[in-house]
């Protein structure tokens, strides 16, 4: 989370720097910020997988993209509860509810299941529109535009220059994210729905070891996905995060693990931990020496750009 505020606030002097008219930039800008452009990431995977090139503008977010959508291939959802800044004020949102109504409320479930399908069918329409939808000359039309360059920029002025609707909607999501346990991660989410579907062929599952087991049900308790833990075997839903809070809160030992199919044994609580940190680092790291981390936009190119910002629509 520190990292993420401080590639934040790394960015925003880099973005001051060009609007106060500096003949150079305070500081670099951070590629990180790429991270938080997972639709334009969408499309440059495609791109990426119909030319065989990583379009310049933005390669970072690609990289990033790549590296928790392989996280999820291999180490379940992991990003949404390690990773993501999102689900870490969820998180925190979640637990100070509870501290300020002595409890997290509950939707009824048919309701619940109901809600839980709008992030898929979000996620539904950024596959049509982008993997189906458009043509090579279409991603390229878009990664080559304006809008896509200043869309790191467009992102930023979405926060720090808010309109009375952004308020209103964002106020809206923390109160029920105070009230319902990870409101936005459970249902509105299409980044999470995606990691989600991609996490059923992860060889890391929480297994439970049933003759162990004495039906105390914390694990399901404390499943910020509210999760039946305590009734399966193995946890296959796309809904869970790895969050290893089942695990946590088990109070016998090695009944409920997060472990690998192959592996029957015991595992530490940290290895699943490092597992995820090393996946994610190793594509970041082959990015980079790939050549596939900085973008080809310039200071000069920011200065002509930014003040464009308001009028760029796509």
């Known amino acids: 989370m520190f990292w993420v505020i401080g590639i934040g606030i790394r960015f925003g002097l880099f973005v001051n720097s060009v609007e106060s008219g500096a003949a150079a930039p305070l500081v670099s800008r951070p590629p990180g910020v790429e ?25 970072a977010a690609l990289v990033i993209f790549l590296a928790i959508l392989l996280m ?8 949404c509860s390690w990773l993501c800044p999102v689900g870490t ?33 979000l996620l539904l329409l950024f596959i049509k529109f982008i993997l189906l939808d458009m043509s090579i000359d279409a991603l390229a039309e878009f990664l080559d535009a304006p809008y896509w360059a200043v869309s790191d920029v467009k992102m930023l002025h979405f926060f720090t220059r808010m309109s009375i609707t952004t308020m209103l909607v964002l106020a809206s999501l923390a ?10 991660c459970r249902y509105l989410c299409p980044y999470g729905a995606l990691l989600g579907l991609a996490s059923y062929i992860s ?35 796309p809904e869970c995060t ?20 192959f592996w029957n044994k015991p595992l530490s609580k940290w290895i699943f931990p490092l597992v995820l ?8 790291v082959a990015g ?27």
């Open 175 to 184: 109160i029920l994210s105070l009230l319902y346990k990870m409101f936005w």
């Open 288 to 314: 980079m020496l790939g050549g596939n981390w900085y973008t080809s936009l310039r200071f000069t190119d920011y200065q002509q750009l930014i003040p464009l910002v308001p009028y760029l629509r796509h």
């Open 203 to 237: 060889p890391f599952k929480i297994r439970r070891n049933i003759s162990g087991c004495t039906g105390c049900k914390r694990c399901s308790a404390v499943c910020p996905s509210d999760l039946p833990v305590h009734s399966c075997k193995t946890v296959s839903s």
């Open 89 to 121: 004020i969820s998180e925190g949102a979640q637990k100070l509810g509870r501290s300020l109504f002595g409890r997290n409320f509950r939707i009824w479930r048919w309701l619940d299941l109901l809600l839980r399908g709008i992030k898929y069918l």
């Open 35 to 59: 991270g938080f452009l997972p639709i334009g990431a969408l499309t440059s995977l495609k791109y990426w997988l119909l030319s065989g090139t990583v379009h310049p503008v933005h390669p």
């Open 72 to 79: 999820s291939l291999l180490a379940k959802k992991s990003f």
């Open 277 to 284: 940190v090393f996946i994610f680092m190793t594509v970041i």
């Open 242 to 261: 790895g969050c290893l809070s089942c695990v946590a809160n088990c109070p016998e030992q090695n009944v409920l693990a997060m472990q690998p199919f």
